[in-house]
DNA sequence: CGCCCATTTGAGTTTAATCAAAAAACGTGG
DNA sequence: CCACGTTTTTTGATTAAACTCAAATGGGCG
């Protein structure tokens, strides 16, 4: 089942049959969520890791006066923090946006199969590693980039991350997002969201079809968004190594 | 050496005397940085674990038109990201704010440690997921709040991190950051710093002497941050439980 | 003392927010 | 397949927060 994370860890890392097995191992506890709904709450012990199979989600903070702040999409393949059990409350929540499936994996699991299986573990840890990075790039973003750069280079972000995992059709991908969602992720408000994206559109940036996106122009769109993938870290050694041989 | 991080993970656990023995091995290899310099630049080749010692540093991304984003500071006791040598090149830049003592600890060496002291491992990781938190929280204060609200955010956040690692000294801490790198850590302009801090004055919320800065009223300056110290995970066991015994 | 860096102030501008309401799209049950 | 309620998107008018540009002041240090 966890075909999408394999096959983003590849980008980082060749792994052997034995590996991709013990990372199949993973997906056997499955919970579904209901879009809309939160995952998991801010204040929850949080008692394994999650895997996410499918849909989408982002990780959120809120503030009492209802000011909210996504830091955080995530997409198929995506894992939430590989210790996170360490804490002993969560200090965000996380919530669906479509219907998601998760893997639920207990701790002792996943220590087992750090155990056993090295490659996969530093392969997780590139996960993590970029996770931060991310990150990092969100909080430029927020506090450097204009709304038309701040969009645009989160669409950049996101289309790349789907395609890492297999989820883009040629320049088009999946973007079940609203444009509320949209203002919270990128510091902005919807009515400003909404303008902007009506700038990108007419300067014909992007494409907006149902609830995906087209990108006619990759290199016009990395250009508006000052946008530089290296942080994704896509580009490693993964693709020139066999784990078997 | 590294009696500050020893002194910041005894918040998450308690550490035997073999644990903190341990830790302090790792202060053996030591690299000075002068005030102003970088410590290690964007496109480098992380090699070795970066342990602060003494002295303060910024992690900043800069755009080639010169926007800059100080995205999270370096203090006493912090550690760069635990696996950074998966990476194959740093997509960010660390400066040194004053002259900065590092240990600087082959990957080696810590994996060798965190194989045989896993309680050491366990707070280890506690220190990745506050420092991650710690991002994601500086992603909503970008996106979220307003230019007072940011800075005392920071300051409140900075004393305690500060405290943690024993050295402020009753309501007053080190703080040798200029307006104008508090400005790229905030999002905003150093025009812009200097008026908010201005207006902080005037109310009586926080006093500047010298490089340091004296909190009055934390409850009241914790209260116009909209500051809720949970995300920095200070409050765990690490106070009633003795590793010893 | 003089230089450099950091801070401070003023005046005018811009970006994005706010408030309010209309239009469009979506989903669902009849 | 249409009607209807709900959610999402869109638009307009006004305001406010933060930026820009420019210059003066202040501090620390050799």
Same sequence: chains 1, 2.
């Avoid at 996504?70 to 198929?76: C, K, L, Q």
């Avoid at 079809?209 to 769109?221: E, I, N, S, W």
Wanted: glycine share 6%; with cysteine.
């Amino acid at each position: 089942m966890p075909q999408r994370l394999i096959r983003k860890l590849e980008h980082f890392t060749r792994l052997s049959d034995a590996d991709k097995d013990a990372l199949n191992g993973l997906g056997r506890k499955v919970r579904l969520c209901e879009a809309g709904t939160d995952i998991i709450r801010e204040g929850d012990t949080p008692e394994n890791v999650n895997l996410f199979l499918d849909g989408w989600a982002y990780r959120y903070k809120q503030l009492e006066d209802g000011r909210r702040q996504i830091v955080a999409f995530f997409v198929p393949g995506d894992l939430c923090d590989l210790h996170v059990f360490v804490f002993r409350e969560m200090d965000h929540a996380i919530a669906a946006i479509t219907p998601v499936r998760l893997a639920v994996i207990p701790r002792e699991h996943l220590l087992n199969l750090m155990d056993r299986h090295p490659r996969v573990t530093r392969a997780l840890w590139w996960e993590t590693l970029v996770n931060a990075a991310i990150q990092r790039e969100w909080t430029f973003n927020l506090g450097r980039r204009t709304a038309l750069e701040r969009l645009a280079h989160l669409f950049c972000e996101v289309f790349l991350r789907l395609r890492a995992v297999g989820l883009t059709e040629g320049n088009t991908c999946p973007f079940p997002v609203t444009q509320v969602e949209l203002a919270d992720a990128t510091g902005l408000t919807s009515v400003h969201v909404n303008r902007t994206l009506r700038e990108m559109r007419a300067s014909g940036l992007i494409v907006f079809k149902g609830r995906q996106f087209t990108v006619p122009d990759f290199l016009a769109l990395r250009k508006v968004a000052l946008f530089n993938p290296n942080y994704l870290h896509l580009d490693h050694e993964g693709a020139y190594l066999n784990a078997n041989a």
